[in-house]
């Protein structure tokens, strides 16, 4: 994150994923109780220029994911469930822009982000509860047993 209020000034170093959904254009950044307003993000450079800013609000980015199963590489019964692991996609097509007011925490805004689409693949576990809520597999006391 480059600070160009007087001089560039490199102020902070933020995950690239993370950064994605809270140094956009348009969000107003809190660093070191410090309120900062993205001016631009350099995606292929990874950098984001932000402006000190005295705003009585800040922002916070939703982000819309989709999971698609890819492959299965095995399953297992576990008491009435099944646990599965294998492969999985995840993509972010799109992410809306809140801005809450300070204090009250009330919304003052909304809109739509312009952001490239995000995808990761990854090898995932995942359980299917078939009949039975989370909420009551949650207040089961059975232990759950690991198969190999």
């Known amino acids: 994150m480059v600070d160009i209020t007087r001089e560039h000034e490199i102020i902070a170093e933020v995950a690239f994923t993370a950064a994605l959904t809270a140094l956009h254009e348009k969000a107003i950044y809190l ?58 996609s995840r993509q972010s097509p ?22 490239p689409e995000q995808e990761m693949q990854t090898t995932s576990f995942w359980m299917h509860f078939p009949g039975v809520s989370w909420r ?6 059975a232990p759950i047993s690991r198969t190999a």
């Not at 822009?97 to 312009?114: D, H, M, P, R």
């Open 31 to 88: 660093h070191e109780a410090r309120q900062y307003q993205v001016e631009r993000f350099d995606y292929d450079g990874r950098k984001a220029y932000v402006r000190r800013v005295d705003s009585d609000y800040f922002t916070d980015a939703i982000d819309y994911t989709q999971v698609k199963e890819l492959d299965e590489f095995e399953s297992a019964e576990v008491q009435g469930a099944r646990a599965a692991r294998g492969d999985r």
């Open 94 to 115: 799109n992410c809306r822009l809140k801005k809450i007011k300070f204090y009250t925490l009330e919304n003052v805004g909304a809109g739509q982000l312009s952001m």
């Open 136 to 141: 009551a597999s949650r207040t089961s006391r």
